[in-house]
């Protein structure tokens, strides 16, 4: 009963903002949604045509057909970038949905500071489906930002090739739009599509675009769920494992420096350190054990 009850939560979110017009992603969160979901499909074929109707009606609204950027301090402009039902149906046969071109608004100019100083010139994703705000490890690096952790970062995303991944971290910006500063924050992904991205929830708060229900989809991120406790543990398993097999390979070659410094060197036929002493080969009985195996019990020893 408590899983219902969630994905009806979730479920009543995302029709919510497709009334408004917002693009989002369909990915189940989990087997069990998926499972309800198949199931409220079944119901809902059942009144197919009654369920058609009162979707036709609510999205030839104006105010839900808008792709284009607002005018003044308006958030959305009826008289451009409005489009027919009959229209958006047309178009959405048509690769992406824009006879291969993808349209204007899904991406806009936009321009940022950030606290070191450095500026991003660039657009910016719209309608991606994402919640939250992203912007490309690269971007910050390239500008060498400072960034936060996340505080959110165990949580797992899942992109559009059903990739899973974590936030990086956090960068803070300032957006520069019509002569005003709007602050906004971004979460870091690694190798995104994009440089920049808003998602719905800011663009919602802010009160600066609404798209249209018809479109292409063309961002990184989807949808969102909390790690289970096996997912967290597998993470973690993975983490340690990486870290031990570094550390193992750092003590080596921490070894084999200090042999070096020592006037020792290496055989390769003999597999053992010697050195010139009096004339005489004098090697080196001293091994290393370097076991990468993973899980096993045994630690490495000079």
């Known amino acids: 009963m408590e899983d219902d009850k969630r994905y009806k939560d979730l479920q009543r979110d995302k029709t919510r903002y497709e009334s408004a017009g917002w693009i989002l992603g369909n990915v189940p969160i989990d ?157 870091i992904a690694p190798n995104p599509p994009f440089q920049v991205c808003f998602g719905y929830r800011f663009l919602l708060e802010k009160g600066v675009l609404r798209f249209s229900h018809h479109g292409p989809v063309a961002g990184l991120v989807k949808g969102k769920r909390k790690a289970n406790n096996g997912e967290k543990a597998a993470i973690q398993r993975e983490e340690n494992t990486t870290d031990s097999l570094n550390q193992k390979i750092k003590d080596f070659l921490d070894w084999k420096k200090s042999m070096e410094q020592q006037g020792w060197k290496w055989d390769q036929t003999r597999k053992k350190f010697f050195r010139m002493k009096d004339r005489n080969v004098e090697w080196n009985e001293t091994g290393y054990l370097l076991d990468l195996r993973v899980g096993d019990p045994a630690q490495n020893s000079p």
Request: charged content about 25%.
């Open 31 to 187: 087997e069990g949604h998926e499972r309800w979901l198949a199931k409220q499909a079944t119901a809902s074929r059942q009144g197919a045509s009654s369920d058609a109707n009162q979707t036709d009606s609510t999205y030839d609204r104006p105010t839900s057909r808008q792709t284009g950027p607002p005018r003044g301090d308006r958030a959305f402009s009826d008289s451009q970038s409005s489009w027919t039902s009959e229209n958006s149906m047309s178009a959405v046969s048509t690769y992406n949905g824009y006879n291969g071109e993808p349209p204007a608004a899904n991406e806009w100019p936009i321009s940022l500071c950030f606290h070191n100083e450095e500026q991003f010139e660039g657009k910016v994703l719209l309608d991606s489906g994402a919640e939250h705000n992203w912007i490309s490890m690269d971007v910050v690096k390239e500008r060498h930002i400072p960034w936060d952790d996340d505080p959110s970062g165990a949580e797992i995303y899942v992109d559009f090739s059903n990739q899973q991944l974590r936030s990086l971290g956090v960068v803070k910006a300032t957006w520069v739009i019509n002569n005003r500063s709007v602050p906004v924050k971004f979460k």
